[in-house]
């Protein structure tokens, strides 16, 4: 197993992206611990967890409040001692022209996009420098590489997550810590299908829309993202760090 005896902390681990890394992680040997703001997600995916034989540990957490960050780096530690991965997984997306964007949506998302991978990767660091050892994934985005109009905040916070991710890649390459970063295409998470796609006027031909931007014909799936997350915590991948990943159906290529 690829990780095992090492512990993972993922936030946003109670659907989506998130779910499907924790319980791959989870069969590859490492001790998982997912947070997030809604308990009774969180508890079906440990639940899941238990069915196949796997364990999950769980902490109600929101990334964009310093304290929930706090407590939840705490939690993992006090339980296993050590945090070998962060995957900065939670995220929020709400369409907008820039102009039509109120600022409480602006200040919502960039708080738990970008200051929710700030105050998580702030706190488990200095037990990564401890141990001399670490891997960060931060999920940014095929739009935080490239604009995307009508998405003004969450491309700019996926921008910020980007750039971050390099600044942090470069801070600690000499200490045994590698930060990369995902950048997602169209995938068939609840954020898309039910928070994006739910709410635009013509649901098909957005999903028309969204399809035409993916060369391989269709969208992404949760678990597909997740075997590259595995890939970039592999200790076997030791050489990679500041890098962004595109996992786009070929988006990002044209």
Known sequence: MKLANKTALITGGGTGIG?????????????????????????????EAQ????????????????????ASVDFAIGKYGRIDILFNNAGILFPGLTHETDTETWEKIFDTNVKGTYFMSKYVIPHMLRQ????????????????????????????????LTKTMALEYADKGI??????????ETPMVVDEF?????????AENFLL???????????????????????????F????????????NAK
């Open 197 to 205: 796609l739910g709410k635009v006027e013509d649901r098909a031909a």
């Open 178 to 187: 590698k930060v990369n970063a995902i950048c997602p295409g169209t995938i």
């Open 51 to 70: 069915k196949k034989g796997l364990k999950i540990d769980y902490i109600v957490s929101d990334v964009s409040n310093e304290g929930d960050c706090k």
């Open 240 to 251: 990679m760090t500041g890098n962004m990943i595109s996992i786009d159906g070929g988006w």
């Open 132 to 163: 001399g050892k670490g891997s960060i994934v931060n999920n940014s985005s095929v739009g935080g590489l490239n604009g995307f109009p009508g998405l003004a905040a969450y491309t700019a916070s996926k921008g910020a997550v980007t750039l």
């Open 19 to 47: 779910k499907e890394t924790a319980l791959l992680f989870a069969r590859e040997g490492a001790n998982v611990i997912i947070t997030g703001r809604r308990e009774a997600k969180l508890k079906e995916t440990q639940q």
């Open 212 to 238: 035409s931007l993916h060369p391989i014909g269709r969208f992404g799936k949760p678990e597909e993202v997740a075997h590259t997350v595995l890939f970039l915590c592999d200790d076997n991948v030791g």
